[in-house]
């Protein structure tokens, strides 16, 4: 018997003598062994996740609190029923989805991770270049390539010695966790600030845990004053805010629990030699070691975004002069937004005197207009313009003052990005290896971990936008393939001939059929926007291709599959 085997021997032993004890010897053995949940928060807790949680702050203030509680605790539970199978079963779930499901669907899954986990890196770079050139290097600006090559190759070197552990290795894993744990802890810091200052409005905070799915269509209501101000264009401006409301809707919900975790997940399990005594523990160690830590995280971090920009202009463009009495000057990134943003307005107004003119040329007759613009449309303009890497630090400024704000916040963000792009690779190599049948090791791994590195080509393609606004069409992206692996395992826990006598039985079944359901429902609902919105019937056309042949494969093919809800009561 192996070392590894004789430890997961030993683990079975303690966990079932705790859980016949019950009470405080269950909880403390639980503690001791919990590992997935803390490597899928390593992926969850990174800087799409900090782009999003910043972003929801900044447009819907607080009014959005129950968002990411919401998507983390259904993902918690597509999470819980894939361990579930994984562990009854202790086999691959690829390999069981193509058997007794839909081969179809099995490669879908795959395919969208690979695909998820090469989308998902262009912001990661995006973001640890503004980080450097912003936060922690000013001297830098302008050396992009340079950062972005030195990042691939830290990143790369790790992945590659990954396996083979060592020294170096965990150094580099634990400093990572001390660079992100800064930053949480940091934005931890600043909203016990806020509250001890008694500048935390607790009572809209609270609200703001109500989910209130009419941000879906209408602007959040503390915007009500602002829209009132600019008349007849209230709409124009309203439609602006409601579709800046649902892109980061779709990236918060989309970075708490994203369809390349539903991958990594499973197989991490069976790494760790599991079975289905863990099945309890593997759901306690989802909500301690990947929930808790994220919504402390997210929630202190969209608290302190609200605080800083919530409905507040960037300074600089209003014409607004300082305590010297000098005009403030404005950021020029920030400028040119609101500037944009002008423009949309005038041509909102005037749409025929401005048919068929576009770039410079649009953009120079509608400055003729700026004006006759009032001042309600130049103030919500400003309120709306996105704010990168050397704006959001100013979020830790009430804690640490603006130097070590940038110091932390650059670190905390080069950190997670180059932690999470560590992931992906691996999951890449993971993922590329089990659908090709090719080992887990060696020059194939190699090649699956290398497929992200196109994500370093993220601030070139991004060049001259706001880098942390990239984790949002990215994360829209990775929403739109979530439904693929949620309905997937949906089948699979409802499937008899995979689980045999492990199929959840009357309430327990009832339960998980509830919960899953509402799961896939708003899944789908969050695709379907997506979908519709970035790729119009494009998109429908290509869900409609992928559900036919799913089903048509399903029509015409001998396996054992059986219906979703076929079996005991």
């Known amino acids: ?45 990174g800087g799409g996740s900090l782009a999003g949680s910043l972003f929801l702050g900044m447009v819907a203030g607080y009014s959005m609190m129950w968002l990411q509680v919401l998507a983390m605790a259904f ?39 690979l695909a998820a986990n090469i989308v998902w890196c262009l912001p990661q770079f995006s973001l640890a270049n503004a980080a450097v050139q912003q936060n922690l290097a000013p001297s830098l600006e302008g050396q992009t390539a340079l950062i972005c090559g030195v990042i691939l190759c830290i990143a790369v070197g790790i992945t590659m010695i990954y396996d083979s552990g060592g020294k170096g290795l965990r150094i580099y894993e634990n400093s990572l966790r001390i660079l992100v744990g800064l930053i949480v802890l940091s934005f931890f810091g600043v909203v016990l600030k806020l509250a001890f200052s008694g500048q935390l409005p607790f009572g809209a905070v609270f609200a703001g845990l109500i989910p209130d799915m009419s941000l879906l269509s209408q602007p959040a209501s503390t915007f009500n004053e602002a829209l009132a101000a600019t008349g007849d264009f209230r709409t124009f401006w309203s439609d602006r805010i409601v579709g800046l409301q649902r892109d980061i809707m779709i990236t918060a919900a989309a970075t708490a629990v994203g369809i390349n975790m539903t991958f990594l997940f499973p197989y991490s399990l069976l790494k760790k030699n599991w079975d289905r005594a ?73 749409p025929k005197e401005f048919a068929g003119l576009e770039g410079a040329a649009k953009t120079d007759k509608a400055k003729t207009y700026f004006e006759s613009l009032s001042e309600g449309d130049r103030r919500l303009a400003a309120m709306l313009v996105k704010r990168d890497a050397k704006h959001l630090a100013q979020a830790l400024t009430p804690l640490t003052g603006p130097f070590v704000a940038n110091i932390v916040f650059g670190f905390g ?32 791994h190699r090649i699956g971990c290398l497929l992200p590195a196109i994500g370093v080509l993220g601030p070139f393609v991004w060049s001259g936008k706001v880098a942390f606004w990239l984790a949002v069409p990215t994360s829209v992206f990775g929403m739109a393939l979530l ?39 708003l899944a789908t609902i969050g695709a379907a926007w997506a979908i519709w919105d970035k790729s119009g019937w494009y998109g429908v056309g290509g869900v409609v291709a992928l559900v036919g042949l799913a089903l048509f494969v399903q029509m015409t093919s001998s396996s ?9 009561a």
Request: glycine share 12%; with cysteine.
């Open 413 to 444: 963000v080069l950190g997670m990005a180059l932690s999470t792009i560590t992931i992906l690779m691996l999951i890449s190599g993971f993922t590329f290896c089990e659908v090709f049948g090719f080992p887990q090791s060696g020059i194939y």
């Open 1 to 45: 018997m192996s070392a590894e085997t004789s430890g997961v021997e030993q683990d079975r032993a303690m966990l079932l003598d705790a859980e016949a004890k019950g009470g405080a010897a269950k909880l403390s053995v639980w503690l001791k062994l919990s590992g997935p949940g803390w490597l899928q928060s390593a992926i969850t807790l």
């Open 278 to 350: 863990f099945r309890g523990l593997s759901i306690f160690d989802l909500s301690t070691g990947m929930a808790i830590p994220f919504l402390v995280a997210t929630g202190c971090v969209v608290i302190a975004s609200a605080n800083s920009f919530h409905a507040t202009p960037a300074p600089g463009l209003l014409g607004e002069t300082g305590a010297d009495g000098q005009l403030v000057a404005a950021d020029p990134g920030q400028k040119g937004q609101f500037e944009s943003a002008l423009v949309d307005r005038v041509v909102f107004e005037h």
């Open 560 to 568: 054992t599959a059986v219906p979703a809800v076929e079996g005991e």
């Open 483 to 521: 439904p693929i692996a949620y309905f997937t395992f949906f089948l699979l826990m409802n499937n008899r001939a995979v689980l045999g006598d492990d199929l959840p039985k009357g309430g327990h079944r009832v339960m998980w059929n509830t919960l899953m359901g509402i799961a896939c429902g």
């Open 75 to 113: 993902g918690v539970v597509m999470l819980g029923a894939i361990g579930y199978v994984t562990l009854s079963t202790g086999k691959r779930p690829f390999a069981l989805i193509n058997e007794h499901v839909n081969p179809v669907l099995g490669w879908s899954w795959a395919l969208a991770t």
